[in-house]
T-cell receptor, first 115, second 114 residues
């Protein structure tokens, strides 16, 4: 069975603060893929990043960075210098090779960035 | 290019009625997925199509739910004899066939069963 846990239900920060969203996953597959999606108030899920299990390099894209650690089964997402437009629900998802092509989603973290 | 589109964007129906939800995937994406998102919750997988075949239907909650895909393009999710617990946002996604590719989501259909 596959499982994704996002323990933080809601986070509130003040603009320009850095914030890290946690994601812990469980899978028995040796090959798997991890994803982050953003769901703004409009409701449409926006793909942010995909990482495969063989690539543990951290990635930075502008103010976004991702830290993948297989040793702790974590794939955390950091937003640097947060902005009000970052306010959204963020979902972490897992696709294994044993469970077909479906994504297993965490329950999401609601991020509120205030002025 | 055009993204995934879904129609209708909102649907209100009475308990017991049938509803059809439509998804138009990104052109060239052979894989298509349906998910359900209940209010304030994560996404639940319903069904996956590769081409016009559905190798994984494991998420369909009951035999009232069915889906089909034609022409390796449009897909329709049908819910028969709707119940109030079917109220949710139904999201469609598509991807290239290659393993592990990102799934791109449509805006969803918000279904309310009264």
């Amino acid at each position: 069975a596959q499982k994704v846990t996002q323990a933080q239900t809601e986070i509130s920060v003040v603009e320009k603060e850095d914030v890290t969203l946690d994601c812990v996953y469980e899978t028995r597959d040796t090959t798997y893929y991890l994803f982050w999606y953003k769901q703004p108030p409009s409701g449409e899920l926006v793909f942010l990043i995909r990482r495969n299990s063989f690539d543990e390099q951290n990635e930075i894209s502008g103010r976004y960075s991702w830290n993948f650690q297989k040793s702790t089964s974590s794939f955390n997402f950091t937003i640097t210098a947060s902005q009000v437009v970052d306010s959204a629900v963020y979902f972490c998802a897992l696709r294994g090779t044993g469970g077909g092509n479906k994504l297993t989603f965490g329950t999401g973290t609601q991020l509120k960035v205030e002025l | 290019g055009a993204g995934v589109s879904q129609s209708p964007s909102n649907k209100v129906t009475e308990k017991g009625k049938d509803v059809e939800l439509r998804c138009d995937p990104i052109s060239g994406h052979t894989a298509l997925y349906w998910y359900r998102q209940r209010l304030g919750q994560g996404l639940e997988f319903l069904i996956y199509f590769q081409g016009n075949s559905a190798p994984d239907k494991s998420g369909l909650p009951s035999d009232r739910f069915s889906a089909e895909r034609t022409g390796e393009s449009v897909s329709t999710l049908t819910i028969q004899r709707t119940q109030q617990e079917d109220s949710a946002v139904y999201l469609c996604a598509s991807s290239l066939a290659t393993s592990g590719r990102a799934q791109y989501f449509g805006p969803g259909t918000r279904l309310l069963v009264l």
